[in-house]
């Protein structure tokens, strides 16, 4: 159909063009140089039955490529804004107050850099803790490290204080918050903002001819907890003596006569 109806545009061009190389009729030559009218311009001296042709036909085989158009459109618009927020964000400037307080939100507080002095690979204590950051929850001791969404307002080797604490255990004793530990705090430091695998985002729409593929890789930030305190810690006894292996004693077989 649609190259029925380019052959059809192209033949009344071509008419066009032929009736504009003819010479005008007699009748038209004799009221020109018999009577000179100051009003007649060469639009007049166009056939009746031609029409110029004024407006642009699409030719389509199908209605689905505007609807495609739109909404290739609104996916567009929608990432603009996305991304104009995001941009927003980080360059807005925040006072010292609403950092302190967006932090304590997510569940930790900025100290300081990191000292040379300071000591943070300690001994392993039998003391463990959950603690929640944003909307994640981690069981973590001494020593330990994890994977959290990117923390704002801090940078490499910085020492935080993670104070939403809901529960401590140890050999001992085990303390539960209703929600939330208020004596309780694990420490840590940062040791790098990295990016986690690539998440590939597939999207379509059968027999509409829409595909769209996109990728995505989160922020994350790696934390090494350091000290947990607000709990007891039992003294881990040490003999000299090494531990000895249990060794399996050999099974006795009734001899059979």
């Known amino acids: ?20 190389k003819k010479s005008p009729p007699l009748s038209i ?21 031609f029409v110029p042709w004024s407006y642009v036909r699409h030719f389509s085989s199908r209605k689905s490529d505007d609807s495609e158009n739109e909404a290739e459109m609104e996916e567009s618009s929608d990432g603009e804004g996305e991304s104009d ?10 006072s010292p107050e609403e950092k302190e307080a967006e932090a304590a939100a997510i569940g930790y507080k900025v100290v300081g850099p990191l000292q040379r002095s300071d ?12 603690v929640q ?24 080797n ?37 990016l986690d695998a690539k ?3 597939f999207k379509k729409k059968r027999r509409k001819n829409y595909r769209r593929t996109k990728g995505h890789r989160q ?10 305190q607000g709990i007891e810690k039992p003294e881990i006894k040490t003999d000299g003596k090494p531990l000895k292996a249990a060794v399996k004693k050999p099974e006795k077989i009734a001899a059979t006569a």
């Open 85 to 94: 927020e995001m941009a927003s964000d980080m360059v807005r400037d925040y």
């Open 119 to 130: 000591r943070v690979f300690k001994d392993y204590e039998p003391v463990f803790a959950v």
């Open 219 to 228: 922020e994350l930030t790696k934390l090494r907890i350091t000290d947990i």
């Open 29 to 49: 030559v004799k009221a020109l140089t018999s009577k000179p009218n100051p009003v007649i311009t060469t639009s007049n001296l166009e056939p009746s039955w």
């Open 133 to 156: 950051i944003g909307s994640h929850q981690f069981k973590v001791s001494n020593g330990d490290s994890i994977f959290t969404e990117r923390l704002k307002f801090c940078e490499v």
């Open 199 to 201: 998440v590939i985002i």
């Open 1 to 20: 159909m649609a190259h029925r109806r380019c052959l059809h545009s192209a033949l009344l061009h071509a008419t066009a063009l032929i009736s504009l």
């Open 158 to 194: 910085d020492k935080l204080i993670l104070n939403k604490v809901l529960l401590l255990g140890s050999p001992t004793q085990t303390i539960i918050g209703r929600p939330i530990l208020p004596d309780a705090a694990v420490h840590a430091v940062v040791e790098e903002h990295a």
